[in-house]
Structures are given as structure tokens and as C-alpha cells.
């Protein structure tokens, strides 16, 4: 016997992904039920060669479920998720909404999947923010060789990461500049995205930085070692789908840049593409639609003590969203639920 799963926000980017996901990675389920909200009743979703008619999380009744996956946002998931788990489903959420809670594991599995362990405190797991997760998987295994101690990183997100929207905006913005004369406005973002880079992601906090910045910091401690030190500059750009990231790391221990590239090829999520000649390394185009995260250009930061560079890329649908949900759900079943 196998899993009942429901995908909430299913016609979203990262809904979308979570059933081809689902699908691609053969998730043994049983059966898929697509909700998103009133706006969307009997919309059509793809799941694998199927076809599913979304219905309304309105109403909706979880009873029966075994895993929820939620991509509604925040403001939905509050209603909806508490209802989900007292219902008996285990929500696997991909809003911000609880991944601060204390209670609540928040995971990414090649990091930290021991933590699942606590899904029973509420009912609930955490995913997290996309330029999180796919970093903490970079950072991970170098961690356990040589202790990191401090991160700065500087990201390059695309518009996807904003959702539909997002898409939609940079889309019309950039066939709108062909046409001489038009003016752009901005709506999903701050300012013009076509042609353009936008040093803000989230709203600003009281200390300078950004939501996101702050959640790049909290998120990392949370997940991989409260101990680590991170700051983060968070940038949009003019890319469809593919998180990029420019990484530094400071360690406790040396290590050398030849041994990180071998350590990084070994670990698990992890595609090094690094070599040193034009072209050798991955970008977000390549990246798109793929399940690993990508790092190139590993070299030695030689001004300071034991310092590393590094580039990474992953697609933040997937990594960042959806394939993380879909792995943790995954996790949930091998180790607690054991069905299929
Ligand atoms: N995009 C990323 O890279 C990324 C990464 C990590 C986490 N996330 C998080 O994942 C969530 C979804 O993001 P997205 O990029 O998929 O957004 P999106 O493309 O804008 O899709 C939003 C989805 O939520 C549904 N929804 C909105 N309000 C709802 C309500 N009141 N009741 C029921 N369904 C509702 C929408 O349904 P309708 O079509 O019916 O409106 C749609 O299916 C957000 O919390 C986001 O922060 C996104």
C-alpha cells in the first residue's frame, strides 16, 4: 500500500514542480490530490502522464491523507496547515511561516535529516528558503572536514523565486523594451527587473539587511550549526529559473582547494563542474530542471587564514522548493510512515 498525497498550490511554479516531481522520482503514492484555491476549481495539472482537476483547500477534507505538500504562502498556510495536521496529514510547508518555530524540524535531507524525527510535535516540517538550501548542501560536507566559521555570501536569484508573478514580469518587461518609447512599471518588484540587477529581496529589516538576507543567517544556524557566522547580500536578476550563489568560507582547519573539489564530489546532491578554462563551469541555464546543485570555480581565498571560494548554482524550483519537499517527504516514509 502505498502514500495519499496532496499537493496544495498545485497550478504555483513550486506545486508544479512538486507533481513532476512526485512523479519523476516514482513517490510511491497511492493517490494525488491537486487543491489550490477557489480561483483555480477544476484547473487542469500535469502528474506524470496524468492529469489532475484541482479543487478547492477551502473545505477540504485531509482525514485518510498521509502527507500534505504546501506551496500557498504564508498567509493561506496558516489557515490551511493547522487544519491539515489536526486532521492526521503531516504538512511538509514550503512558506516561511514556520521555519523559525523551534518546534518545528526544518530540513533539508543531505544536511540534516535526523530532525525529521521531530515532525511529530506538530505535525508539521519546514522547507527552506531556496538560496538556503542549496547552500547548506555546498556547505556541509566541507563543514564536517575543516569547521566552518564564517560565510559571506552574495546571491544572484532569479525571478522565479518570486513566483508567477515574477515570471510574468520579467517576461513582459523584457518583450515591452523592444517596443520604442514604452515605459516599464514595476509591480512584483521594487524596480525594473529586465536589463536590470535589484540589491533587494523581501523587506528591509531595522539592521540594514534584508528578510531575505536575515534568512539566509537564521535558516543556515538552524539547519546545519548554530555556531557558523553568515552574512549575506540577496540580489535579484534578470534570470528565469536558477539560484547562483558567490560563496566564501572561512574555516577553522586548512583546507586545501584540490581536496575540497574531492570532498564536494563525493557528497550526496552535489555535481562539481570546475574547470579552469572558459566555459568550465555551470550556469542557471544549465542547471534548470535538474536535481543537483552545481559547484564550480573551488579555489583557495588566499587573504585570509584557511579560506575557500566557490560558485553555486541550483534550480531553485527544485532544490530550493520542490525536490526538497518531495526528498523530505521521502525521508518521512522511509524512516517513520514505511509504507509503499
Ligand atoms: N519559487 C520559489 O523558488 C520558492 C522557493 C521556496 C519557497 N517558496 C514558497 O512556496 C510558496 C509558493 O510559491 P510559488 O513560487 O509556487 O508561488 P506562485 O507561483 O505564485 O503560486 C502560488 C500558489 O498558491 C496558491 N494560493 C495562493 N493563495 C491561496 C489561498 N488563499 N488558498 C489556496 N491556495 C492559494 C495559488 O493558487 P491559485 O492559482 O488558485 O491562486 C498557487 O497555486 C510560497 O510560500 C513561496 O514563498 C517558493
Request: hydrophobic share 40%.
Amino acid at each position: 500500500m502505498g502514500y495519499k498525497v496532496v499537493v496544495a498550490g498545485a497550478t504555483g511554479n513550486v506545486g508544479r514542480e512538486m507533481l513532476n516531481i512526485l512523479a519523476e522520482r516514482e513517490f510511491p503514492a497511492d493517490e494525488v490530490v491537486a487543491l489550490a484555491s477557489r480561483r483555480s476549481i477544476g484547473t487542469e495539472v500535469s502528474y506524470g502522464d496524468k492529469t489532475l482537476k484541482c479543487k478547492d483547500i477551502e473545505g477540504f477534507d485531509f482525514t485518510g491523507y498521509d502527507i500534505a505538500l504546501f506551496a500557498i504562502g504564508s498567509d493561506a498556510t496558516k489557515i490551511y496547515a493547522p487544519i491539515a495536521a489536526s486532521q492526521g496529514c503531516v504538512v511538509i510547508d514550503n512558506s516561511s511561516l514556520y521555519r523559525y518555530d523551534p518546534e518545528i524540524p526544518l530540513i533539508v535531507p543531505e544536511v540534516n535529516p535526523d530532525a525529521v524525527e521531530n515532525y511529530r510535535n506538530k505535525m508539521i516540517i519546514a522547507n527552506p528558503n531556496c538560496s538556503t538550501a542549496q547552500m547548506v548542501v555546498a556547505l556541509k560536507p566541507l563543514h564536517d572536514r575543516a569547521r566552518i566559521k564564517r560565510v559571506v555570501v552574495s546571491t544572484y536569484q532569479s525571478v522565479s523565486g518570486a513566483g508567477k508573478e515574477g515570471m510574468d514580469e520579467l517576461w513582459n518587461q523584457t518583450k515591452g523594451m523592444y517596443v520604442p518609447g514604452q515605459e516599464v512599471e514595476p509591480k512584483k518588484f521594487q524596480k525594473q527587473i529586465a536589463f536590470n540587477v535589484i540589491p533587494q529581496i523581501d523587506v528591509f529589516l531595522d539592521s540594514g539587511d534584508t528578510k531575505e538576507e536575515w534568512k539566509m543567517v537564521a535558516e543556515t544556524k538552524k539547519i546545519l550549526d548554530t555556531s557558523i557566522k553568515v552574512t549575506a547580500t540577496c540580489v535579484r536578476v534578470p534570470v528565469f529559473v536558477g539560484h547562483s550563489e558567490a560563496i566564501n568560507i572561512e574555516t577553522e582547519d586548512f583546507l586545501d582547494e584540490d581536496e575540497a573539489r574531492d570532498i564536494l564530489r563525493e557528497a550526496p546532491g552535489i555535481l562539481v563542474i570546475d574547470k579552469r578554462e572558459p566555459g568550465g563551469y555551470a550556469t542557471p541555464v544549465e542547471c534548470v530542471g535538474d536535481f543537483a546543485t552545481f559547484v564550480s570555480r573551488i579555489r583557495q581565498d588566499v587573504t585570509v587564514e584557511n579560506g575557500l571560494n566557490l560558485w553555486c548554482v541550483s534550480d531553485n524550483l527544485r532544490k530550493g522548493a520542490a525536490l526538497n519537499a518531495v526528498q523530505i517527504a521521502e525521508l518521512l516514509g522511509n524512516r517513520v510512515l514505511k509504507k509503499g
